[in-house]
């Protein structure tokens, strides 16, 4: 029986099969684009630097709530254990290496909700930039056909919500935890020029 799950994968196999134009850069974009995710949490590092303890938090944060949201994915992709959409389509159009794991929801899509969030509270405009690369990262993954339409937005959305709830509950300890350590030896680290920046 097609569900609307599978006629949604079909449509978008379907319009990857008519753009072999395409093909190259959104492959690269779906087996590498995690490297633009570790610059994008860099630079919100970096911005952070010369913006107040609170910027820095949320920067130092980001990280941490990435590592988690993919840890807390493992487990649910496992007990969900849903076939990628090749094995039940094995006709489909596939651009990437085949995996053995289960398809939802996918890792990169919960990498890049849980980064895009973070770095909202860092900038809004990189927070902007971010969201923007995490939707392409989604549409990629099921273009390429590794995923179905709804293990993107579940990923999303997991990795959103986790970096939502990281910030919320840890963003004050970890305020103090940088006001303190800009007045240390590792102030270059965390301020620019070293020198301590009050929280605003």
Request: with cysteine; charged share 10%; proline share 6%.
């Amino acid at each position: 029986m097609v569900t609307h799950a599978d006629d949604a994968f079909q449509q978008v196999n379907e319009f990857a099969r008519q753009t072999g134009w395409l093909h190259a850069p959104v492959t690269a974009y779906a087996k590498y684009g995690i490297v633009l995710f570790a610059v994008l949490l860099v630079i919100g590092w970096w911005l952070a630097r010369s913006g107040p303890a609170r910027a820095m938090a949320a920067a130092l944060l980001a990280p941490i709530s990435t590592v988690l949201a993919v840890a807390i994915n493992q487990p649910i992709v496992k007990h969900v254990a849903e076939a990628r959409p090749y094995v039940v389509h094995p006709g489909a159009l596939v651009l990437v290496a085949k995996s053995t794991d289960a398809s939802f929801p996918s890792d990169h899509a919960t990498m890049a909700g849980a980064v895009a969030v973070g770095l909202f509270f860092v900038s809004w405009r990189l927070g902007l930039v971010a969201t923007t690369c995490a939707v392409l990262m989604a549409a990629s993954r099921v273009y390429v056909g590794a995923h179905y339409p709804q293990d993107v937005v579940a990923g999303l959305a997991l990795g959103g919500v986790v970096a939502l709830l990281v910030y919320l509950l840890l963003h004050s300890p970890t305020i103090w935890l940088v006001k303190r350590l800009r007045a240390t030896r590792l102030g270059p680290v965390l301020a620019s020029g070293g020198t301590a920046i009050p929280a605003v």
